[in-house]
């Protein structure tokens, strides 16, 4: 599993417990998402919404669902630079 | 809403005009109380003038955790009967399980053992997400029921819900429905026996009436009394049958 799968992983679970990873999965299946390492901005975008307003509105107030929200963009921010690091994985073997 | 101040300071007000004089004051702190009734009869409504009230007045958080009917709903339902829950956001928040169980068909419910309809889950989204709470509402255990092949095994898991409500500091109320034509106070014969108090809410043709049928700890009024749900709450007709009790002796 990748390192922003483990962290939306450990926040579903905080929150919902035994709960969480179905939860999560079932949300990534709506999205049609099977990998959360290759998704693109509009996809991350789609995914925070969705647990946001299937999820987490279900179990918490709207101050603490901002909170949630900021926490979830900071994780799935990760894909960024992890997929930073493989394109630039991919440039230095290029360049060898 | 009109809010009746406990006659007994050791009480929590419900909120309900009458039927905290039916209470003596109100139920008492950190019990699990129980609000029985047909379809129709405002058991929702019930729970939420509770926890509007600790939110509004008293200003205690407070938890809904509701199986059947999502959360927009119950937020229009209560503004219906003059209960804002928006205004009191801060401090009132729903477990929306019925939105959660849209997840989950029905034979995923039935054979899952992370389905939220689960007693062992429920009981973890309480502890994860009610630490705070003063005011707990469960409405209704009877979805809950499903999970379980036996009314033995379910009787068991309900009491471990009583002990994690009975653990939180809170006070507490869960409700059950009963059949319209039935006599019976609780769906399943059961959840009376779980509970500190029971109170029961009817609809029949000459109106809604309630009752409450047991009240640990002190004595109660005992007879049926007829309530209203009206656009500034639930009134409960408490002082006019007093009147009328006293006119009566009189005559």
Do not use: W
């Amino acid at each position: 599993m990748s390192e922003i799968y483990n962290k939306l992983l450990g926040l579903m679970e905080k929150y919902f417990g035994d709960l969480g990873e179905t939860l999560l999965k079932k949300n990534l299946d709506a999205l049609s998402i099977t990998d959360i390492d290759t998704t693109v901005e509009a996809e991350r975008t789609a995914l925070i919404d969705e647990l946001i307003s299937e999820c987490f509105s279900t179990i918490m107030s709207l101050a603490k669902m901002k909170m949630v929200k900021s926490k979830l963009i900071s994780i799935l921010s990760l894909r960024s630079s992890a997929f930073a690091r493989n394109i630039g994985t991919e440039f230095d073997n290029a360049r060898m | 809403m009109a809010l009746l101040k406990g006659k007994k300071r050791d009480r929590v007000s419900t909120g309900i005009v009458g039927y905290d004089n039916m209470l003596n004051g109100g139920f008492f702190p950190g019990s699990v109380n129980l609000i029985s009734g047909t379809s129709g009869a405002g058991k929702t409504l019930f729970c939420m003038s509770f926890l509007y009230a600790g939110a509004k007045f008293f200003k205690e958080e407070g938890v809904y955790i509701t199986f059947e009917e999502g959360k927009d709903q119950i937020i229009k339902d209560s503004k219906s009967i003059g209960l804002d829950l928006e205004s009191v956001a801060d401090k009132v928040t729903i477990l929306d399980i019925a939105t959660l169980r849209k997840f989950f068909d029905i034979t995923e419910e039935l054979d899952r053992e992370d389905s939220p309809l689960n007693i062992s889950i429920l009981i973890d989204l309480i502890k994860r997400n009610c630490d705070k709470a003063k005011r707990v509402v469960v409405d209704s255990i009877v979805p809950l029921s499903m999970k379980y092949p036996n009314i033995i095994e379910f009787r068991a898991h309900l009491f471990r819900l009583r002990q994690v409500l009975k653990g939180l500091n809170a006070t507490s109320v869960f409700t059950t429905e009963i059949p319209i034509s039935s006599n019976d106070i609780s769906r399943f014969g059961i959840e009376d026996f779980l509970a500190d108090s029971v109170t029961v809410l009817k609809v029949e043709p000459s109106g809604r009436k309630l009752r409450v049928h047991k009240l640990r700890g002190d004595n109660h009024e005992k007879e049926f009394i007829n309530y209203q749900i009206t656009y500034s709450g639930i009134q409960v007709d408490y002082l006019e049958m007093m009147f009328k009790k006293h006119n009566e002796r009189d005559i």
